[in-house]
């Protein structure tokens, strides 16, 4: 069988991905073992308006990698995927649309037909997201794909309101939201930016003290909010003010008198250590506020205009137009002391970048407290969830919990769960499932429905159980009791306290348990810069656009292959690199393929051992000794190995390759388990580029190109394929689409290969057994000596190159070794002469070698040589070899004037920085292998 010269990508990872999901591969059910252990997983419900990003691509293989390991061992798997309503966004999203499709605005067309339209829209671009996770090749089960409003998560979402509600949990009260003045809504804390402005301002304002001529100076940033202010407060133990606590301000630009009050809260080394409490326009001076019982003035209109309250001067000015005449006012009163130029941190809408304002508003809220202390309690007592990287994730999450605050539920929005709140003509408020039920409550037909919506995290913080059919009337199901609580939650660091504390605090009230027992906290994906993408600086890479370059395989195994919970930075360089990985594994077993006739891929070509073991089981009860028929057997099957020990007779070269490739499986099984994606892909990357592909094909081309068909070269050719299957086994998971492609194309291969549990499925490699590793089989003898083989061939290879000494010439080579390296070397000569293309091996415990002979050093203290004399013009390979030192030497002196340049190395990318030291370093070895060329040459 002989494969194509090149790999394409995306032919295979169609149509590959379309078989699978076509033969329910994703599905748990496919798992025929009913004692099979568990293994589940829930997606973080990326939003219905989003589009694929590099953080969801890496989160997603992460969890993908663990689905398809976990399903390969047997474990009966769920990967459970799903999308989120996105309140706010979708709506945006839809009033875009139809101001431009019809010119008109949701109130234009009422909320019933905006409603409708969202609907439309969610179903006409909402699978946008679900066909990017296809391509990523995510094995999660489509049949339980779930979407936040669905009608059984809206119930889910009505019964755990109602049931709060009437516990006691969840009131409504007036308090500070962040408020977006141009989408007119509370934002939750998310949704909210910080961004650093450097032309800020800070305005001193002096106050009259009544009935005295002495002034008070407060400090603000916001001067437009004193006019809604309803007291100064001093620290209690500020000499300076003492005499004037429980005194009156005469508030300027207002007919109010408010009071100096004391309060623990001000810092008196700041500023001047008084401050203007606006307990309706900030959070701190709110709690203020309620603690001196102060009046709660709102000067604001929704969209941030000034209204009534803020004076007939102010009134409906926006309220950057209303600081600027409240600072003339003062300006004009001499009351403006000073304005200074200040670096300030404004709180920004994530979405239209509006600049938000803390705006008391009445609104929904959930008391948290008791959910909040059951989620403290499980991590004192139980350490859960576990966090991957622990620290400092563990700490941030502990301490967010002790310090919670109630929760803001309600958002001024249409699209969403709408709140199952009804008001009668007088106010009074009824909550309830339904509109009928809130009819009986209140005896009246005459109610109005609450018209906010829940936040959006009010659904997904149900997520990892009403994914699986609890929605408060249906509290069991199949999958709760199979696939709850799940495994591990793979998320980023920027939602655990607003999702995964969620989470837990709603599965430890609602079911009893914990939703997850491991949290994986990933990385930031940064651009080559190391700055973090962002729409705005339009440095982001899209992924769908890397899948097109390098395949999905390749990209997945890039973002693999980064340290649990790091930030690093995306470079292109790295993603090709894999790439090319693809690429050689395809070329190896191209050449396998091409060399498989009489070979079949068999486990046991390469553990002799299992099946003389699994012959010798099978008669065991018959005979203590071995009879005729098991002699034929054993013959029949590996008849080039020893009986009693057929691991004996395998060549150095076997027994080297089946120890790493058992002592490789071993640890990916390990790494794995520990959630060490990276140290898996090295693993995998160095057993396949480096033993495979490099070594162990080039040690054995001569034996399996054996034109002639043979007991051995069949043998050899059964071993190489069936180490090659079995390793591709082992990659699946990181690249699912290079190795079904390849998998699919050796011989012999079926559903006999798969884990017991699918033996009925169609044949995949994503169901077969997945290589757990023999220790047994590691061959610590047999890999010392085939690696002093393989550093004495690349030293002479390295050498070669250096000295450029050409192909055809064939040099001999000295080595200067002890007794067991030199017997090592003996054994090998063939290997090493063929490989290192030399004409003689000279081996001895001292060197006796010309003067003109390039060196190196082996481990262990071994030496080789290479006489150069008649290989090369010494004067011009010398005169080389200087030329190259010397631009060496230029390139070294401007990098290193960069990294001495302290404004440089502050002000450019890390990323930058890294790769000129590492080339410093690169420069520094070079030159002194140059030298020492030179100096043999001499």
Request: hydrophobic share 40%; aromatic share 10%; net charge negative.
């Amino acid at each position: 069988m002989e494969l194509e010269k090149a790999y394409n990508p995306k032919e295979a990872e169609e149509a590959h991905y379309k078989n699978w999901e076509a033969n329910r591969c994703f599905a748990p059910e496919i798992n025929e073992n009913p004692h099979a252990e568990k293994f589940s997983i829930v997606i973080p419900p990326p939003n219905v308006t989003g589009s694929l990003h590099m953080g969801h691509a890496l989160q997603h293989t992460l969890m993908d990698v663990l689905a398809r390991w976990k399903r390969m061992l047997g474990y009966k798997t769920l990967f459970l995927v799903g999308v989120d309503h996105a309140g706010i966004s979708t709506q945006l999203m839809v009033t875009r649309q139809l101001k431009k499709d019809e010119h008109k605005t949701p109130q234009d067309i009422g909320r019933e037909a905006f409603v409708e339209k969202a609907w439309a829209w969610k179903e006409k671009y909402g699978n946008t997201i679900t066909n990017q996770i296809r391509r990523e090749g995510l094995s999660v089960d489509w049949s339980r794909e779930r979407f936040t409003m669905d009608e059984s998560l809206s119930l889910a979402v009505r019964n755990v309101f109602v049931e709060l509600f009437e516990e006691g949990w969840i009131y409504r009260g007036k308090r500070i939201v962040n408020w977006c003045p141009k989408d007119k809504t509370v934002l939750s804390d998310l949704e909210v930016k910080e961004e650093t402005r450097k032309d800020g301002k800070l305005f001193y304002l002096n106050y009259p003290v009544k009935d005295s001529d002495r002034k008070i100076t407060v400090a603000t940033t916001r001067p437009e909010t004193m006019l809604g202010d309803t007291a100064v407060a001093v620290n209690p133990e500020d000499e300076r003010y003492r005499d004037l606590i429980g005194k009156t301000i005469l508030l300027p630009l207002t007919n109010r008198e408010i009071p100096i009050i004391a309060d623990e809260y001000v810092d008196a080394e700041f500023g001047t250590g008084a401050v203007k409490i606006t307990p309706a326009h900030d959070p701190n001076d709110y709690e203020v506020g309620l603690r001196h019982v102060l009046p709660q003035i709102n000067v604001m209109n929704k969209d941030a205009t000034m209204n009534a309250e803020a004076g007939a001067d102010f009134e409906n000015l926006d309220r950057y137009a209303a600081r600027e005449k409240v600072i003339e006012k003062f300006e004009a009163l001499n009351l403006l002391e000073k304005i200074d130029d200040y670096e300030i941190v404004l709180p920004v809408c994530e979405r239209c970048k509006t600049v938000i304002e803390p705006y008391l508003s009445e609104q929904w809220f959930v008391n948290m407290s008791e959910m909040r202390d059951l989620a403290l309690d499980l991590m004192r007592t139980e350490g859960a969830p576990h966090f991957y990287p622990q620290i400092p994730h563990e700490k941030v999450y502990t301490t967010w919990l002790e310090n919670l605050k109630d929760w803001t539920i309600s958002r001024q929005l249409w699209w969403g769960h709408q709140i199952p709140a009804w008001y009668d003509e007088a106010g009074n408020v009824y909550v309830a499932r339904t509109k009928e039920e809130a009819i009986d409550k209140a005896k009246t037909a005459h109610l109005m429905q609450d018209a906010d919506v829940l936040d959006t995290w009010f659904s997904s913080w149900l997520w990892s159980f009403s994914t699986m059919g609890w929605n408060g009337e249906t509290t069991e199901t199949e999958d709760l009791n199979e696939f709850h609580p799940t495994d591990v939650l793979v998320t980023n660091r920027d939602i655990i306290f607003l999702w995964v504390s969620r989470m837990v605090m709603s599965g430890l009230k609602f079911v009893g348990e914990k939703p997850f027992s491991d949290i994986i906290i990933t990385g930031t994906v940064l651009d080559k810069n190391g700055q973090r993408m962002s729409k705005t600086k339009n440095n982001g890479v899209d992924p769908l656009d890397v899948f097109d370059k390098y395949g999905v395989d390749a990209t997945r195994i890039t973002l693999a292959d980064s340290a649990t919970g790091a930030d690093f930075a995306w470079r292109d360089e790295k993603v090709e690199s894999f790439r090319n990985f693809a690429n050689k594994i395809w070329n190896a077993t191209r050449f396998c393929l091409m060399n498989s006739e009489g070979a079949r891929v068999d486990y046991f070509s390469i553990n002799p051992q299992a099946e003389v073991a699994e012959i010798l089981a099978a008669r065991a009860e018959q005979a203590p000794e071995l009879d005729e028929e098991d002699e034929e057997i054993l013959d029949k099957i590996i008849p080039e190995f020893s009986k009693d020990n057929p691991k004996e007779n395998l060549s150095l070269t076997d027994r080297w390759i089946i120890s790493r490739f058992n002592k490789t499986a071993l640890n990916v099984n390990k790494a794995l388990d520990q959630y060490n994606f990276h140290e898996a892909v090295q693993l995998l990357y160095h057993f396949f580029w480096d033993d495979f592909c490099d070594w162990y094909i080039e040690l054995v081309k001569d034996e399996i190109t054996q034109p002639e068909p043979n007991v051995r070269r069949d043998a050899a050719r059964s071993r190489i394929l069936t180490i090659l299957e079995q390793a591709l086994r082992l990659l699946h998971p990181f690249m699912p689409f290079l190795t079904e492609e390849l998998w699919q194309k050796l011989p012999e291969v079926s559903s006999a290969s798969h884990n017991d549990a699918y033996r009925n499925a169609p044949q995949t490699v994503m169901l077969t057994d997945f290589p757990k590793g023999d220790a047994a089989m590691i061959d610590e003898q047999a890999e010392r000596e085939t690696q002093a083989v393989i550093e004495l061939i690349s030293k002479v290879r390295n050498i070669r190159a250096e000295m450029n000494i050409k192909p055809s010439d064939k040099p001999a080579i000295h080595v200067a070794a002890d007794a067991d390296l030199q017997k090592i070397f003996t054994a090998n000569k063939a290997q090493i002469l063929k490989l290192a293309r030399a004409d003689g091996l000279k081996l001895a415990t001292v060197f006796d070698i010309p003067k003109a002979s390039a060196k190196g050093v082996l481990t262990g203290g071994a030496e080789v040589a290479l006489p150069l004399e008649g290989l090369i013009d010494f004067a011009k390979e010398a005169e080389r070899l200087e030329n190259q030192m010397a631009k060496l030497a230029v390139e070294g002196e401007r990098l290193q004037k960069q990294l001495a340049n302290q404004s440089f190395v502050e002000k450019a990318p890390a990323e930058k920085v890294r790769e000129i030291s590492e080339r410093v370093s690169e420069i520094e070895a070079q030159t002194k292998i140059l030298s020492q060329n030179i100096e043999a040459l001499r």
